[in-house]
């Protein structure tokens, strides 16, 4: 059945919505994509590092080991033990005492000493009852059969005697002639560094030649396979007993995604979705593996494509309202002009009409007059007694007179007095209406006016003297254009009603799609609060770890941890400044302030990471004044700095500043790979990064868009020169400011390392008060390395229960998300059950200036969750000095 019109209509009105919530969301969905894939690939680049930091402590260990076997075999007593024909009791226990020496000092698990037989002649856990290996024979193990014929040998297996798994170095002890006579086999176990893999929240396992899973961070994974063994596999290794029983059972585990070589992402059944990283370790034939949860990256990408979501559809409404208000005028414009049109033609065909009345009226015969005949208008012609001369059949039909009542010479009089007993002369006296009349038309003056008569119709009347005495009168019928004017005036005020509502509409829907735009913000910041939380736990252990830890090597494998810790905060925080940029949340604080320091302080800090990659920082000094806001500057040059260090392989980085035209430019040049002319504006975009540099290295590719809605909110320039292959120069110009309007900045303190005593802060009395565990448990651990006294770590509840005059303390920790409440509202109820207000330290992970603003109201310390642990440290000691 066809459709109607209006369903038509409103089918139509349907589909530019429907067309435009498919595009958002198409292009949601691809932003959604994208930003995953770049996510993952961050993610694995992650992995592959620690992977390779795994794989080297695993190499280290083997090598600290691998010459043992071959010294031992040169030993001179071991020699001369397996070149005789038999062993004594004595020799016997002096080679046991030999082995069990050398193993003490060189912590291995076991080193046994066999005859050309495979025999165990001697063994350094020769006094262990029940699993001593001397006396067993192990001709059937490759490392031995191995060693006798090659040499040298090494395998991994399960002990024949102890079931202990481990590897084994095997070393060929020789004769004068250089015949083999006897081996040297030393076990090491690597169960302990199996045990540091699972303090980590990555799956580490590692797999054989054959897909045997032999190491695992996850016990239950051990002796699993990745797929299914071969029959002559199966026989080798039950006729080695390299691991007890054949391994028969399948790691259940579905790849899904290859994303670069040796890293796809794979779901397994008893993990989830994971990024799995391989590494060969060509020297032992095995392969390790490294699983990370994919989650946080695909949390990250929802969050972006949310956010993207977000500002599409402002877009779309904005294009919508403005689109309406356009169709709206237009409607009315229209209507307007079409009103205008008809008024004009009637007034022409009016004027037209009377132009032709008056003509015809002079030449008009009497009584009917066929020369009248073809007007539309009814007309009747008096003479100058006011007696009818002539009319036309209109006449007669319009007012309806009967038959002969209308002839030449009847006074006017009398057809005036007939129509007003019909009521057609309106209300009123009937001998005053006439009158009147008959007195217009002796005046002898033009006259127009329209009358409506009962039955609704309106006539318009209009009169005319004749030159030589008289006066012609014409009646139009007018209903219809009367009619279609009340319709067009309906319809203008229909419209102009319509526009109002609409209008009101239209700010209603203003207003709730910035209502939607500050719930989006809110979202975007809980959400990177909420995710920011375990982070910074995660970053505090590690930073009590680290004090831990009395190794080099060790520090800094926790270094690197914390730095991508950092780095994924860094995300997080961009993402959150993103969305504050763009809702307007994020207020400036623009004054006048020296350049000069600012430059020097960022050319030291960013001076010791160029110095780490080779690279040389020279900074222009300055004594110049500008006007901006100073944190936010310090951003956008921070980004600057930080994009020339990673992307420039060698040479040199300048920051400076000159003049521009009664404004100052500030500069960072480098000379990294340079950018394409028609990719330069693509750099600031959100999570654009540009792929062709070479440096495995990369941001999340929102530094240099969060410098461009920084820049925009300041009001100030940003610059971009480039020159493929010679380097870049990013600019930002800001205006001069005032030097007389510069306060002089106090002098900074001295920043302490970690490492410097802790004796300040012994027995300082301290209150955690978070609703997150794992961010409580951390900062106990941390504040007690230091020597405070943690009198409660707990939540709201629990810091209410436990609040009384005796465990006041002397530093609150308050956190400002609390459940139901937030810190601020909590700490009147604690002071009042204390007695008094201790020094409070507002820690949070949110970065809303009006939080710190509260804080400084109050006399509060306050402090990022994100900052370094140096930093709360500092300004607890502040704080507990300033109390005792």
Request: charged share 25%; aromatic share 4%; net charge positive.
């Given at each position: 059945?066809?459709?109607?019109?209006?369903?038509?209509?409103?089918?139509?009105?349907?589909?530019?919505?429907?067309?435009?919530?498919?595009?958002?969301?198409?292009?949601?969905?691809?932003?959604?994509?994208?930003?995953?894939?770049?996510?993952l690939q961050a993610e694995a680049a992650q992995a592959r590092t620690q992977l390779r930091l795994h794989a080297d402590a695993l190499q280290a260990l083997v090598e600290r080991y691998r010459v043992l076997p071959a010294v031992l075999a040169l030993d001179p007593d071991i020699r001369a033990a397996l070149a005789q024909p038999g062993i004594t009791a004595a020799e016997a226990t002096q080679i046991n005492l030999k082995l069990e020496q050398v193993n003490g000092a060189a912590a291995t698990s076991t080193l046994t000493l066999l005859d050309r037989n495979g025999l165990a002649l001697a063994a350094s856990n020769w006094r262990i009852p029940g699993a001593s290996n001397v006396g067993n024979a192990y001709h059937f193990r490759p490392y031995f059969q191995d060693a006798i014929r090659d040499g040298s040998a090494t395998f991994y297996a399960e002990g024949v005697t102890t079931a202990v798994p481990g590897y084994f170095l095997s070393e060929a002890v020789r004769d004068a002639e250089g015949k083999p006579i006897g081996v040297v086999v030393v076990k090491l176990v690597l169960r302990p560094l199996e045990r540091t893999w699972a303090g980590n929240d990555e799956t580490v396992f590692a797999t054989d030649a054959n897909g045997v899973v032999f190491l695992s961070s996850r016990p239950q994974w051990r002796y699993r396979v990745l797929a299914p063994l071969p029959a002559t596999t199966r026989e080798q290794l039950q006729r080695t007993r390299q691991y007890g029983r054949v391994p028969r059972q399948q790691l259940p585990y579905r790849s899904s995604q290859t994303l670069t070589a040796g890293v796809q992402r794979a779901r397994i059944a008893d993990t989830g979705d994971m990024i799995w990283v391989s590494q060969a370790l060509p020297a032992q034939d095995w392969t390790l593996h490294l699983l990370r949860p994919t989650q946080p990256a695909v949390a990250a990408a929802r969050i972006g494509a949310a956010a993207l979501a977000a500002v599409l559809a402002m877009l779309a409404l904005l294009v919508y309202v403005l689109w309406q208000r356009r169709r709206l005028a237009l409607l009315r414009e229209r209507s307007r002009q079409e009103l205008e049109r008809m008024v004009k033609h009637h007034a022409q065909e009016l004027r037209t009409a009377h132009d032709g009345l008056v003509q015809a009226a002079h030449s008009a015969d009497y009584g009917e007059s066929p020369s009248l005949q073809h007007l539309p208008q009814g007309v009747c012609v008096v003479d100058a007694q006011l007696n009818l001369v002539a009319w036309n059949r209109r006449y007669i039909e319009l007012f309806r007179f009967p038959p002969d009542f209308i002839r030449v010479g009847r006074p006017i009089a009398d057809v005036f007095f007939y129509n007003a007993k019909r009521g057609l002369l309106g209300p009123g006296p009937i001998d005053e209406a006439i009158e009147r009349r008959l007195n217009h038309l002796r005046s002898g003056k033009p006259h127009m006016h329209e009358r409506e008569r009962s039955d609704g119709s309106v006539i318009e009347i209009r009169g005319n003297p004749l030159p030589d005495g008289g006066f012609v009168t014409s009646y139009a019928d007018i209903t219809a254009y009367k009619n279609a004017a009340r319709d067009l005036r309906s319809l203008a005020d229909t419209l102009s009603r319509r526009i109002d509502e609409r209008t009101h509409d239209l700010a209603l829907a203003k207003r709730d799609a910035e209502d939607a735009n500050q719930s989006k913000t809110r979202f975007v910041a809980a959400a990177v609060h909420d995710l920011l939380q375990p982070l910074n736990a995660a970053r505090m252990f590690v930073s009590a770890l680290r004090l831990r830890l009395p190794d080099a090597d060790a520090r800094a494998i926790v270094d690197n941890v914390d730095n991508a810790l950092a780095a994924q905060d860094g995300i997080l925080n961009s993402l959150l400044d993103i969305s504050r940029l763009e809702s307007g949340a994020l207020e400036t604080q623009v004054r006048d302030f020296a350049i000069g320091p600012l430059l020097q302080a960022l050319a030291n800090e960013s001076g010791i990471q160029a110095a780490a990659r080779g690279l040389r920082l020279d900074h222009v000094a300055t004594t110049q004044v500008v006007r901006s806001d100073p944190a936010l500057l310090r951003r956008?040059?921070?980004?600057?700095?930080?994009?020339?260090?990673?992307?420039?392989?060698?040479?040199?980085?300048?920051?400076?500043?000159?003049?521009?035209?009664?404004?100052?430019?500030?500069?960072?040049?480098?000379?990294?790979?340079?950018?394409?002319?028609?990719?330069?504006?693509?750099?600031?975009?959100?999570?654009?990064?540009?792929?062709?540099?070479?440096?495995?290295?990369?941001?999340?590719?929102?530094?240099?868009?969060?410098?461009?809605?920084?820049?925009?909110?300041?009001?100030?320039?940003?610059?971009?020169?480039?020159?493929?292959?010679?380097?870049?120069?990013?600019?930002?110009?800001?205006?001069?400011?005032?030097?007389?309007?510069?306060?002089?900045?106090?002098?900074?303190?001295?920043?302490?390392?970690?490492?410097?005593?802790?004796?300040?802060?012994?027995?300082?009395?301290?209150?955690?008060?978070?609703?997150?565990?794992?961010?409580?448990?951390?900062?106990?651990?941390?504040?007690?390395?230091?020597?405070?006294?943690?009198?409660?770590?707990?939540?709201?509840?629990?810091?209410?229960?436990?609040?009384n005059p005796a465990s006041v303390p002397d530093v609150l920790l308050l956190d400002v998300r609390l459940g139901p409440i937030t810190g601020p509202e909590l700490f009147p109820e604690l002071a009042r059950r204390w007695g008094r207000a201790p020094a409070v330290i507002l820690y949070t992970a949110e970065q809303d200036p009006a939080l710190r603003e509260l804080a400084n109201s109050h006399g509060w310390g306050f402090l990022s969750k994100q900052a370094r642990s140096s930093a709360l440290r500092s300004l607890l000691t502040h704080l507990c000095q300033r109390t005792r």
């Open positions: 059945m066809p459709l109607t019109r209006p369903v038509r209509r409103q089918f139509r009105r349907l589909l530019l919505p429907l067309a435009t919530l498919l595009v958002i969301g198409v292009l949601t969905w691809l932003a959604l994509q994208q930003l995953e894939q770049r996510n956008i040059l921070q980004n600057f700095l930080s994009n020339a260090i990673r992307y420039t392989r060698s040479g040199r980085i300048l920051i400076g500043c000159r003049r521009a035209q009664g404004q100052l430019r500030i500069e960072v040049h480098d000379t990294g790979p340079g950018i394409a002319e028609a990719r330069q504006r693509e750099v600031f975009e959100e999570f654009h990064r540009l792929d062709n540099v070479g440096n495995s290295e990369r941001g999340a590719g929102l530094g240099l868009a969060i410098v461009e809605r920084i820049a925009r909110l300041l009001g100030h320039r940003v610059g971009l020169r480039s020159t493929i292959g010679r380097g870049s120069s990013f600019s930002i110009t800001v205006p001069l400011g005032d030097a007389s309007l510069v306060l002089p900045q106090p002098a900074k303190a001295p920043i302490t390392d970690e490492t410097v005593s802790d004796s300040l802060l012994s027995g300082c009395r301290v209150w955690c008060v978070d609703d997150d565990s794992r961010v409580r448990l951390a900062t106990r651990v941390l504040l007690e390395r230091w020597g405070c006294h943690v009198l409660l770590a707990g939540g709201p509840d629990e810091a209410l229960a436990a609040a």
